[in-house]
């Protein structure tokens, strides 16, 4: 019992991982067709920019307390404004150019890690967390490592914000139409190409917040963290259904559960393959993913 | 045209190629400062890429003047801000979003207040459907949606693809009643196939055959000359209209 429980919070810790990763890659897809394969990058930001100024290079920001609350803080904001940038200065001028565009966010997801390693070297880095969070609790026999716990919170709320953003804003409106119909958006006034770089801002956030979190789960921070998380969560976008933050949910709870159980019960490394089993299922039953559409 | 007055919008010369084929080879047309004119020709003349080339929405080349201002070269939000409501071929219409959200969303700022007033008044429907997810409505629900959103804002022209296409004669004849009042207040660019419709409504017409204008002149004019409408539309041979000509009188208007 205390082992599924802890396969349980471990895999829904995972998921909320895959979630933040996958939210701003579905919407990126959903509204403007672009695969963005630098998205891992953004992760690699998020989880360095919070480690370095979780490491006492940031006035104010630190390991503990609202330190490292600042800390989060940071490497989300940097992530963010990497995203910003990398949608103006790569992504919109290659619009008419889908081929080259692909090839161009494949170009930052290599880069950024290479640079990363140039830095700070290519081994992990231990990452300076609070104490708070290092932790476990007792949960019906077993012992819960607290962060599973900050992260699926985490998940949480980020998918609540979205949802209030997308139902209850103009511009999420936008999000939500363009992802329909980018053409009908723009033949009614509207500049989309602004709901393209917010859209990016948003899904960089997400992504650098998985990097910060991700550095709680992990214990550590390395260059190549962002590039394998990208794998799966490009597999809960194509299971929840392209532009669908619901669906990218449901599906990452399902993957991060699914991979924990088969790695512990199976061989390990099982798991991983057992998720790509799933997507195939699916994609079978349901060829449009679990929801089909934005929800 | 009607002689002295002139042009809400000159189109000279429009021509579009898509993925190297060419479909319109220049086309001249203009719509007049007042009522309604209609844009007529058989299935694939190219009213459609007209209408997009117009809006910036396909690649064209040629002259486009709103009001004696150039807009070849905005883009499409740009040169939409300056006062055009389109109620595209498909509707264009939101399914995912609610019918309140698809008008929300067509609300355009610095266009004045949002004339709910005037779309409630003439579809109640939408009012009562308000909460309902437009890909749950008929079409002809829809259909009222799209032309709602060309009503919404204080606009200088009104685009209508095809508004009565594939809806019940019912349908149809509070369509053309809605047209007919926009009209009196907004110059409209009607393409549309029924030739009731036509007759009913347009003051103006221009014919399209093969991506080309074909015929320019007042409607009562083409549409009483039995000959022209045969060589230009299709309409009237052997009694039934052949495969792509035109629709004869039918369509409850
Ligand atoms: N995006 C496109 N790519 C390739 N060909 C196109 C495209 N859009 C239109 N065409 C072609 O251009 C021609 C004109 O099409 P268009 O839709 O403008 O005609 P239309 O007069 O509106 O016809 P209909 O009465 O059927 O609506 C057709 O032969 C069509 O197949
Ligand atoms: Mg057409």
Known sequence: ?295 | MNGSETPLLTVRELRVVIGGRHILHGVDLDVAAAGVTALLGRNGAGKTTTVRGILGLVPRTGSVLLDGEQTIRLATHTLVRRGIGYAPEDRGVFAGLTVAENLRLAERRGAGEPAYGLVHELFPELRQRARQPAGTLSGGQQQMVAIGRTLLNGNRLIIADEPTKGLAPKVVTEVAQVLERAAQAVPVLLVEQNLAMVRRLAEHCVVLADGRTSYRGPAAQLLADADAMRRLLGVGRHGAAPAGAVRTEEGGV
């Open chain 1, 1 to 295: 019992m205390s082992t599924v429980v802890l396969l349980a919070l471990t895999g829904l810790g995972l998921g909320a991982l895959y979630f933040l990763v996958a939210s701003g890659l579905s919407l990126i897809f959903g509204l403007m067709d672009v695969l963005n394969f630098a998205h891992g990058a953004l992760l690699s930001i998020g989880a360095y920019g919070t480690w370095w100024a979780a490491s006492g290079h940031l006035p104010a920001a630190g390991s503990g307390g609202f330190g490292f609350v600042l800390a989060v803080a940071f490497g989300t904001a940097t992530g963010a404004l990497a995203a910003v940038l990398l949608e103006l200065a790569l992504i919109r001028p290659l619009y008419a150019r889908p081929r080259e565009q692909v090839l161009a966010t494949v170009g930052v997801g290599l880069a950024v890690p290479a640079l990363l390693s140039a830095i700070w070297g290519a081994d992990a880095r231990p990452f300076p967390g609070p104490r708070a969070l290092s932790g476990t609790f007792g949960l019906l026999g077993a012992q819960i490592p607290v962060n599973r716990l900050v992260l699926t919170g985490a998940a949480v709320v980020v998918l609540a914000a979205l949802k209030l953003f997308l139902g209850g804003t103009r511009h999420g409106l936008v999000v939500r139409a363009g992802v329909e119909d980018r053409a009908m958006v723009t033949a009614l006034g509207i500049d989309v190409r602004r709901a393209f770089t917010l859209v990016f801002a948003i899904g960089g956030a997400a992504a650098a917040l998985a990097g910060a979190l991700g550095g709680l789960y992990f214990g550590s921070v390395d260059p190549g963290q962002g590039t394998s998380l990208l794998i799966f969560a490009f597999v809960v976008v194509v299971m929840g259904g392209m532009g669908s933050i619901t669906g990218a949910a449901l599906a990452s709870v399902a993957v991060g559960l699914v991979q924990q159980f088969a790695n512990y019960y199976t061989t390990a490394g099982l798991g991983d393959l057992a998720v790509v089993v799933l997507l195939a299922a699916l994609l079978l039953a349901r060829p449009r993913g679990l929801t089909g559409r934005l929800a």
